[in-house]
């Protein structure tokens, strides 16, 4: 079993345990990202927390933590990782509503995936994509899926932001 403790208080994050579980009950929680093996619930205007739903791949939430943390403090543009927190999970119908799960927070990002952008715009959302990528190479981390699904360009801000960092390495 993984110690969640550990990852819960970055030196990095302005939140803390109350805070996460303050805004997961005070904000209509909704989904974001539904997948097979994880959920992205937006838990706040400005956070979401993903849950990955197989408990064998808590892990998994701790080294995506990891992994974003360093990405974003060697100046990659990635969202806002928060941390790791136990989080309650409100999405009414749902058979897990009322209950808490370990889930990493970070900032939202409000943007389009590669597919949803107009072909003319594709091409300059790729190279920044690429720029990242190679930064985040020379810092020692290699995604091991590197695809455009796991790209979200930013119209308002002009930026594009990788996510998605489970199957990131350390190469270094």
Known sequence: MTNWSSCINSTYSSLRAKDVRRMAF???Q???EPELSRLVIQISPYHVAKFNE???EEGRLNHEYLVAQ???LGGISVPKPEGVYNTP??????A???????????????????EQIH????QRVLDAAQQQYEKARRLGFVPIDECGGNILWDPTRERVFLIDFEYWVDVS
Request: hydrophobic content about 40%; aromatic content about 12%.
């Open 26 to 28: 005070s904000f209509p």
């Open 30 to 32: 909704r989904i974001v």
């Open 54 to 56: 197989l408990p064998e």
């Open 70 to 72: 360093e990405l974003y």
């Open 89 to 94: 999970f409100r999405i009414s119908g749902d």
């Open 96 to 114: 897990r509503c009322g209950a808490s799960f370990p889930a990493f927070v970070m900032e939202l990002v409000s943007g389009k995936t590669l």
């Open 119 to 122: 072909k003319r715009e594709r």
